[in-house]
């Protein structure tokens, strides 16, 4: 009996971030390992990362290639979802211990609003991401929402670039409203979203009472309107 692979990649993915154990790299390799030889697609594919990267052992691209290879030759609807899920969840953790990265480029990546609602909760404890280019992807209102609710409480992000997203008149009035409070943000790019002019007005009513922001682009697709 090989023991349990799901069971075996969901403890090595604890060992891997020290959630609820002790952090130990070498554990969560030989879980990754057991789960692996059992064809979990998921532990391949965190076995392909750990040795492209180095990260606990030292680095094998041909290695990497390897788990790589077996973990596409696997993936069906349900194992992208999961790995999906696993890569957002590496980028909050990411982004809780990081303490050097002041900027985040994730320029036409297809990030959807499920992504970006990922991403938003880690930027409420983020204390070193001061520059987020979001730009070309397929946001709409609700990671737009999202993104405001950390606003509210992120004192760090001076510039953000939503530009070419999905963003709608909904999504343009929560973050007008998150501008209410936020003191820090100096540049919003929401250019080539589908804003309308309910949107516009509640930003610029939101500038009537935002002394720091000096740069907020609406140019593009969007159909504010005269007003």
């Known amino acids: 009996n090989q023991g349990n692979a799901s ?26 390992t057991l ?5 979990n697609a998921s532990a391949q594919f965190n076995l392909g990362f750990i040795y492209e990267f180095g990260n606990g052992v030292e680095q094998d ?16 609807r349900e194992v992208a979802e999961t790995i999906e899920e696993y890569e957002r969840s590496i980028l909050v953790e990411a982004f809780k211990i990081n303490s050097t990265i002041s900027s985040l ?3 036409e990546d297809s990030i959807d609003d499920e992504g970006v609602i990922v991403l938003a909760e880690a930027l409420k404890t983020n204390l070193t ?10 946001i709409g209102d609700k990671g737009a929402t999202a993104l405001a609710e950390a606003l ?15 963003i ?31 949107g516009a007005i509640a930003l610029g009513e939101a500038l009537k009472i935002n002394s720091t922001v000096t740069t907020l682009d609406l140019g593009g697709q969007n159909q504010i309107g005269p007003e």
């Open 35 to 39: 789960s692996a030889d059992q064809g």
């Open 152 to 166: 509210l409480t992120n004192s760090i992000v001076t510039e953000l670039d939503l530009s070419g997203n999905r």
């Open 105 to 107: 480029n994730i320029e």
């Open 61 to 76: 691209m041909n290695k990497a290639i390897q788990f790589y290879a077996l973990s596409a030759n696997r993936v069906d």
């Open 7 to 32: 069971a075996q990649f969901n403890l090595g993915l604890c060992h891997q971030f020290g959630d609820g154990v002790e952090q130990d790299m070498k554990k969560a390799i030989e879980l990754y």
């Open 129 to 138: 991401i001061t520059k987020l280019n979001l730009s070309r992807n397929i």
């Open 168 to 198: 709608g008149e909904k999504g343009a009035c929560v973050l007008a409203e998150a501008l209410k409070i936020n003191s820090t943000v100096t540049s919003l790019n929401l250019e080539l979203n589908r804003i309308r002019p309910g």
